[in-house]
Every structure is written in structure tokens, then in C-alpha cells.
């Protein structure tokens, strides 16, 4: 059985999208499905922010299929994993969980790094292009952790 990934920032244009991306690249997709969403309805079918498309094709990864939409409660059910880029996106999203097992689901994605640092992937929306190569390096860091325990775990 696959095991499913959710990526979650605000907008699901800039930090989730990369995360998505990357995490993509370090997994056998056909043991792992990635995907992303946003915890605001600002970007519902937007291609994701040309920075963060510039930023991925810079590292040979193509994000440009990927299309916003917005976090459902609903999406607890189908993923096994929720990964939020920011303290206010855990809020967002736990706010939506309707139990015990949808909040065990749900982490930031820099406590893969900094474990119970409860530290923010900055949005670099406004954060000029520096802002973007920040993220993507601090986003590929993590993933690679998440990469190799799935890769464990499917080895069971």
C-alpha cells in the first residue's frame, strides 16, 4: 500500500509546492504519493509563484504541473502524513482535525530537523529571491529525512 504525503503552507503557491517537489524526487513514487495544499483558498488552481518554479528548475525539478487548492477536512482521510510549513498552518490545520488519529498526523516539517524546535519555514513570498533559495535548501533538508524513514518503512 502506498503511503501518502501531504505538504501544506498558506497559499499552496510558494513553500508547499517545493516541498512537494523535492520530496517527490527522493521517493519511489510508486511506493509514496506526494501531494500539497494550501490552508487559505487564495490560489485554487494558480500554477505554483514563478520563484518557486525558478528555485526548483534551478535544482532539475519541474513543479509547473502542480495547480493550488485548498486543505479539506476530508484530506485526513487520504494522506498518512501531513506536513505544515508554519506554526499558524498547524493551527489552521488542526483546527479541521475531528479526532485524535487526524492530529497525530500533522507535524511541521522543520521538526524533521530541529525536533520539537516548533521552527517556521519563512514564507518567501516577500522575501525577495534570497527568500526562495533559503527555503528550498531548508526544504530538501528535511525531505531527505522524510525520504529515508519512508524508505525504511516500506522495507518492512
Known amino acids: 500500500m502506498k503511503t501518502k504525503v501531504l505538504m501544506v503552507c ?6 508547499s509546492p517545493l516541498a512537494e517537489g523535492i ?9 509514496v504519493f506526494v501531494d500539497s495544499a494550501g490552508t487559505g483558498d487564495y490560489h485554487i488552481d494558480d500554477s505554483p ?18 495547480r493550488g487548492r485548498q486543505f479539506q477536512a476530508e484530506d485526513f482521510d487520504k494522506f498518512d502524513r501531513i506536513y505544515v510549513m508554519d ?3 498547524f493551527k489552521d490545520v488542526i483546527s479541521l482535525a475531528r479526532n485524535d488519529d ?3 498526523k500533522v507535524q511541521l516539517i ?5 525536533p520539537a524546535e516548533n521552527v517556521d ?6 522575501g525577495g529571491e534570497h527568500g526562495f533559495e533559503n527555503v528550498y535548501q531548508m526544504l530538501d533538508e528535511a525531505c531527505e529525512k522524510i525520504a529515508n ?3 525504511e518503512e516500506n522495507k518492512a
Do not use: H, M, W
Open 110 to 114: 522543520l521538526d524533521e530537523i530541529f
Open 87 to 89: 506554526n499558524q498552518n
Open 49 to 66: 509563484d514563478p520563484r518557486s518554479i525558478a528555485i526548483a528548475k534551478k535544482n532539475n525539478l519541474d513543479i509547473t504541473y502542480q
Open 102 to 104: 487526524d492530529r497525530a
Open 10 to 15: 498558506l497559499g499552496n503557491i510558494c513553500r
Open 121 to 126: 519555514v519563512p514564507d518567501p513570498y516577500f
Open 149 to 151: 524513514q519512508l524508505k
Open 23 to 31: 520530496l517527490k524526487s527522493k521517493v519511489d513514487q510508486s511506493q
